[in-house]
């Protein structure tokens, strides 16, 4: 019957959506653990995590972008040593995916096809990660005197995290899942 093959439908895109989701944590996961320490700071990585998020979020939305930043760099907190940052990076991880996500989708030209709206949502998540990282460190692990020493490690991956707005856009040309984006 039609609701039969309705159901059936809904019940794969589902699937589909929890398999992505679950691939785009485990990306985001593995890429963190590809680090350097930033001299000075209390917790400070460098590391290619940020640029697989930005990807991810710019590429395939919002909820890819706040899913696999919340979850993939929080667990890789967890799993890492960093436990003390895991509930910081989890918020800011998961709000900078999603507002990321949300700024570079363009109702004419698609989600993260437009370079414009990829570098607003980049300067935006880079607000976004800074001040919350700054808080979060000054509110609950150190001072805000000592969060400051921070931000530099933060700006730089940042800086790497640029390459995410060229990778979104080239990630059109290839035959990809964006179909299956919302």
Partial sequence: SCHEWEWKAMRDRDIQRIVLSALFVTLVFVATFINVPFPGAAGGLVHLGTVVLLTIAMRYGKEYGAIAGGI????????????????????????????VGFIAYDPVKGQGQSIVKNIIAWLLGLIIMV?????YEALFLTTFEAAILSIPGNIIQFAIGFAAVFIALALNRVNDISRLQN
Wanted: glycine share 22%; charged share 5%.
């Fill in 72 to 99: 993939g760099m929080g667990l890789f907190d967890v799993m890492g040593g960093w436990m003390a940052w895991a509930p910081g990076t989890f918020i800011v991880r998961l709000l900078m995916g999603y507002v």
């Fill in 131 to 135: 001040v919350g990282y700054y808080l």
